[in-house]
Nanobody, 120 residues
Framework: QVQLVESGGGLVQPGGSLRLSCVAS????????MSWYRQAPGKEREFVAF????????NYADSVKGRFTISRDNSKSTVDLQMNSLRAEDTAVYYC?????????????WGQGTQVTVSS
């Protein structure tokens, strides 16, 4: 079955960097767009970035443009999120997401999330 496992979260000071990773299994990884979302306490889950299957196109939320970079390694079925110049407002649980078309129906899958805390 589809599995997404995130790692790499932690506590970092403002201005610091973290690299999140999501390992995927159970589907043809290179065929699907992969996304990162985040959810801060008391807020709705929000889009952060996506990357298409061949890695040729990416998109970012305005709040992270120029600071975050999404990348993927289709040989390892991983999608990473490099986060630089972190701010307190980046504090959230970060989730990996994929939407898969199977038997004519779209299904959304999420990882369990990884906590990122930006604080001095």
């Amino acid at each position: 079955q589809v599995q997404l496992v995130e790692s790499g979260g932690g506590l970092v000071q403002p201005g610091g960097s973290l690299r999140l990773s999501c390992v995927a299994s159970g589907f043809t990884f290179s065929s699907y767009t992969m996304s990162w979302y985040r959810q801060a306490p008391g807020k709705e889950r929000e889009f952060v970035a996506f990357i298409v299957g061949n890695g040729g196109s990416t998109n970012y939320a305005d709040s992270v443009k120029g600071r975050f970079t999404i990348s993927r390694d289709n040989s390892k079925s991983t999608v990473d999120l490099q986060m630089n110049s972190l701010r307190a407002e980046d504090t959230a649980v970060y989730y990996c997401k994929v939407v898969i078309l199977k038997y004519g129906r779209f299904s959304t899958y999420w990882g369990q999330g990884t906590q990122v805390t930006v604080s001095s």
